[in-house]
């Protein structure tokens, strides 16, 4: 019983260093920090000024292609963010780091794993804020604290299970040029095939089957209907191609996800971290 | 009293046989040197006691704890200090030692003390607070050394701690080595310097690609060899006439043995002499009988690298020159990585 308490502190100290390490290198090398910041808001400015002139009513339930986009934008940041959240576990591989901690009698080692979650769920959380404050000034308004929390909870889910799948890659491949590109080959294409640039009524069949299988589609339904003033979860986010499904289906498949990929992850980074 | 047990100790990579049934025991408290050639194996060796290879056979005790069957009991016991120095550039020293005092879980209160004892005792007060990726390869060396030490391990493993190091922190490194022994900790050091384990080690292993070739203290092993190394003139500059006299004089005498001329050292006399029978002093009276003077006499104890000569066939050196030939380095540290 003592033994497990002591364990419990254990991993609590070495899971905040190793969280404290990630936030020192973000605090002395913050460019990925505010590009992950600024490239959503490029964005925003620019896709928003390219369908300025589209008829009002091109998208219902929006008043402007700013606002539709916003959402996406949110998850996209979360979704990159977590998607390299494995490169510096690659790098600590790569350059002998990790060495240290594997001699290291870590309570579990778990705590590696831990600490990356920590960090870009923090991370994310922050750079969204930021991404929100500043479209609130462009005057696509704001969620009220019922729908805040609904983006946080559902990109804590998105976070989770991308986080999980990085860091297995950052494992399984031989080193980081093949992390990097494999991360550049998902990044964008994932995000064009989900519902982040425009509604699925507006695709062919096949890219509409597509959407309403990507799991940033999930986050970012949710996401977009808590920007509406009376959210509700059993509003309909999506009219999916086979069926529809309420903010409530789609946070529970984001959830089911996430769980199944932290199932399907454990025995290789039990394999890989003992 | 044995802290260390390794027992029949093998370990393949694909194609290459890194570890051929090795056994070793290292007493509580002595600096145990392995000595070999790069490629040797010593690397290996020292990663399968730090629990970061696991053998393909044998095993290993530690304080009769098995390093494979409860690897982090072993972790708690151990400090391990790799031959490449992995440190994070943006961290400043004293960032890393909390970090990794963190992951040894030490306390609070102890931890501020460890660190600051160990600036003192590896002098890095002026640049302990820069970030790592500014230090020079012996500030790296010294800081990562000071990172295995901070959970004041029952035996440190160093992997070629003073490789291209600068004299002033090498010497740091081997004092701090002795004071640590005098505590009573067991240290085992990995190295092809010969003077380094000469003059450090209690007890040494040759290992040569995988195989141990000897084993014991020092003296001991160059005892073996037999005798003392002599170099003898008898004038500044002799000549062949003269030299050959002089070494029928000294084939008379029993207990010396290998007489070589040498001409390109104005015609020296190489020789072995016993050390147990007083030859010096026979020498010089059988001289002196013959009316030679002597100008030089030089005395030297047979080197490891004698050792290593005699029980290969090769000096260190060629055998270094050999397996750095036939490593494919790239190779390597991708199946090293994990
Ligand atoms: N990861 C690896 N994959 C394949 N072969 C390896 C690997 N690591 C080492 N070897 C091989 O095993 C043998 C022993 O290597 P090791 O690194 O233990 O030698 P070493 O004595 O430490 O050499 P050095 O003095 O150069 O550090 C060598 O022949 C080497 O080529
Ligand atoms: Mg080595």
């Known amino acids: 019983m003592e033994i497990q308490q002591y364990n419990f502190i254990f991993l609590y100290q070495e899971t905040t260093a190793l969280t404290k390490r990630l936030f020192i290198q973000l605090k002395r090398r913050p460019s990925t920090f505010f590009a992950g910041i600024l490239q959503p808001i490029i964005w925003l400015f620019l896709f928003g000024a390219l369908f300025a002139n589209a008829p009002k009513d091109f998208l219902p339930g929006v008043d402007s292609y700013g606002n539709f986009l916003g959402a996406g934008l949110i998850v996209f940041t979360a979704f990159s963010g977590a998607l390299n959240s494995g490169l510096p576990l690659m790098f600590d591989r790569e350059f002998g780091f990790l060495n240290r901690l594997l001699v290291a009698p870590l309570a579990s080692r778990l705590s590696i794993v831990l600490s990356s979650f920590f960090y870009i769920t923090i991370l994310s959380f922050v750079q969204s804020l930021a991404i929100m404050f500043i479209s609130f000034l462009l005057g696509y308004g704001f969620p009220d604290l019922y729908g805040l929390g609904v983006v946080f909870a559902t990109l804590i889910l998105l976070v989770l299970f991308v986080t999980s799948i990085s860091l297995c890659l950052a494992f399984v491949l031989p080193g980081h040029i093949e992390l990097i590109a494999l991360i550049f080959v998902v990044n964008l294409p994932l995000l064009f095939a989900s519902t982040a640039l425009a509604p699925i009524s507006f695709m062919p069949t096949w890219l509409g089957w597509f959407a309403s299988f990507n799991p940033l589609t999930f986050a970012i339904e949710p996401i977009r209907i808590a920007y509406s003033s009376n959210f509700n979860l059993d509003l309909i986010a999506l009219n999916a191609p086979y069926g529809d499904l309420t903010c409530r289906d789609c946070i529970s498949l984001l959830f089911l996800l996430t769980i199944l990929s932290l199932v399907i992850i454990r025995p290789l980074l039990n394999k890989k971290l003992t | ?338």
């Open chain 2, 1 to 338: 009293m044995n802290q260390i047990q390794i027992q029949n100790l093998s370990k393949d990579y694909l194609d290459v046989k890194a570890l051929k049934k090795i056994n070793i025991n290292i007493a509580k408290g002595s600096l145990f040197g392995i000595l070999g050639p790069n490629g040797a194996g010593k690397t290996t060796l020292l990663r399968t006691i730090a629990t970061l290879i696991s053998p393909d056979e044998g095993t290993i005790k530690i304080n009769n704890i098995d390093v494979m069957k409860e690897p982090r009991k072993i972790r708690e016991l151990i400090g391990y200090v790799a031959q490449e120095i992995a440190l994070d550039k943006i961290l400043t020293g004293r960032e890393l030692l909390d970090f990794q005092a963190d992951l040894y879980h030490i306390d609070q209160s102890n931890k501020l003390e460890r660190i600051e004892l160990l600036i003192n005792q590896l002098d890095m007060q002026n640049w302990i607070d820069r970030k790592c990726g500014t230090y020079s390869g012996g500030m790296k060396r010294r800081i990562d050394l000071a990172a295995g030490l901070l959970h004041l391990p029952k035996v440190l493993i160093l992997d070629e701690p003073t490789v291209g190091l600068d004299i002033e922190s090498r010497n740091i490194i081997w004092e701090l080595l002795n004071d640590l022994k005098k505590d009573g900790m067991t240290i085992i050091l990995s190295s092809h310097y010969l003077d380094e384990i000469d003059k450090l080690a209690d007890t040494v292993v040759i290992i040569n690609d995988g195989k141990i070739i000897d084993q014991g203290k020092p003296t001991e092993l160059k005892n073996k060899f037999g005798g003392d190394r002599i170099i003898l003139k008898v004038r500044e500059f002799s000549d062949s006439l003269e030299s050959e006299k002089v070494k029928k004089i000294l084939e008379k005498i029993d207990g010396i043995s290998q007489i070589v001329i040498n001409a390109s050292q104005g015609y020296s006399l190489n020789f072995i002499a016993d050390r147990d029978k007083d030859l010096i002093t026979k020498l010089k009276v059988e001289l002196a009988f013959s009316k030679f003077k002597i100008f030089s006499l030089s005395q030297s104890q047979p080197s490891l690298d004698d050792v290593y000569l005699q029980a290969t066939g090769k000096t260190l050196q060629d055998a270094e020159l050999y397996m750095t030939g036939k490593r494919d380095l790239k190779k390597e540290s991708k199946q090293s990585m994990r």
